[in-house]
């Protein structure tokens, strides 16, 4: 009897262990965003709010499309939207490191979410400093906070600054930003890293290893008017904001002669949620901050290594070469049309 008692509560424990294990391979992925809300921040948000296989804990708001009061404002008003003021909101810097903001409104209408007026926030922001409250986070869950830096990289700069030990206590970084192929802000630098280039340097240089979607493939990951249709079509509170928005900003694109709306941030939650929609390469990335064409251009190194010049008399020779550590995932593709699928699958919840 007290064998069979034993033999009960042994099977009864190797159960627990299996589901135990079963729920930790399949729990969502705790990530923190860091935003500069923004018609592709607010889809990337919502994207990430209704995806189960992440648990948002945070949005971090830094100043870039819009200045920080305004972007602060969005986080609440999109949190608020979505019924989710679990998710807490946190106000960061509100200037990049070394130079004046330069707002998009151009791009992303006169609030940064498209003229859209939302509904005054019942959401109240955490008083704590972004830069704070990442660290506070990644401490508190060690080597399970994904980051998704969706802006400009001061944020988070400050923030390993602060606490340098929170490049090796984060599970990933996926950051929407820069390109190895021109960028969209002139012909050298993407807009994120355009508008701190300073911050990008230290974040490429921090010790972890940068996933970096960039300009160059989110312009190649278009939403086009088949995919508005099929959002316009939905009748829901947040799919029909997002139809708003995205029309805004593909009618934007259009007269820009774009046939589609680059989805930048929406695709960076997007490799989170999962990474086989993209082609992923290690290289080893610099940002570059002083050039006089070329401030905020992310330097990639395809070759993995530099060449070694050796001084020999009046002259240098080379001697071999130096190789280089990748400190970045550089993203090549993207499988646009099944991310756009999942895009709408998930906003529309069909
Ligand atoms: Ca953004």
Known sequence: MKRLRITSILVLSMVLVM?????????PRRVIIDTDPGVDDAMAILLALHSPELKVEALTVVPGNVEAAQGLENAL?????????????????????????????????????????LPAPQCKADTRFGPDLIIEMIHRYPHEITLIPIGPLTNIALAVSK????AFLVKDIVIMGGSITGGN????????IYNDPEAAQIVFNA???????????????????????????????????????ADFYLTRSEKSGYQGAAMY?????GVVIDPTLVTLKNMHVDVETKGEFTRGETVANRMGSDENNVLHGDHYEIEGVVALKPNARVCLASDGDRFLRLFVSRITGK
């Open 185 to 192: 802000v002139n012909g050298a630098a993407e807009a994120n």
């Open 265 to 269: 941030d929406p695709l960076a939650v």
């Open 163 to 166: 606490d340098p030990g929170i």
């Open 19 to 27: 589901l135990t294990h079963g729920s930790a391979q399949t729990a």
């Open 77 to 117: 008003k999109l949190v608020t939207l979505a019924g989710r003021c679990d998710v807490l909101v946190a106000g960061g810097a509100l200037h990049p490191l070394n130079q004046k903001l330069i707002t998009a409104q151009f791009w992303h209408g006169r609030n940064g979410l498209a003229g859209v007026d």
């Open 207 to 245: 010790g972890w290893t940068v996933t970096m979607i960039g300009s160059d493939v989110g312009e190649r990951t278009l939403i086009t008017r088949k995919y508005v249709t099929q959002l316009q079509a939905n009748h829901a509170p947040e799919s029909d904001f997002i139809a708003k928005l």
